[in-house]
């Protein structure tokens, strides 16, 4: 059949590393995702607590601020001025709590469960690339999407090949 049964072979060889190495991309964006998510959760959590402990200090400075105006020691526009520092802190901390509502919202989705109880991953360094020239040829050797292109330019290359094939004597 001029080699037509064995390029058929090639090509759905080759279309089975290129779906394989699809479906590795798509488990790899999604746990990039996932990790993603995890770590602005945890950000924006973190961030929120330095707010509400930020508006704790800000509130004891107003009410210093506060007496010592009351009593003739400070002015009324250092009070003003402690509570416009106590008004934006609050106004920080509810853009803070709606993006960590967010990211507590998208968390689930991503993962079906409700992020309860997230801590910081303890990262070794030691399975990273020592250099940036190491970490592109990690990712070069290692990237789905690159296996799925060479894997679809194969099943190319063999279709090419069976075309030319029926042209053959059989």
Known sequence: DGFNTFHRFKQAEAQARSSEAGLQDTINKVTQDTVEIYLETLKQTEILAVNDEAIRVLEQIVKKMETLA???IGTDIEAN??????????SE???????????????????????????FPDISTEILPKTLEGALNLAWDKAPAIEVSQAELEAAEAEKKMSI?????K
């Open 165 to 169: 094939a029926i042209l053959l004597p």
């Open 70 to 72: 009351q009593i003739g």
């Open 93 to 119: 901390r509810t853009t803070t709590l709606r993006k960590l509502r967010d990211a507590e919202s998208r968390f689930t989705e991503v993962t079906g469960s409700a992020p309860v109880d997230l801590a």
């Open 81 to 90: 001025q402690s509570r416009s520092r106590l008004v934006m802190a609050r």
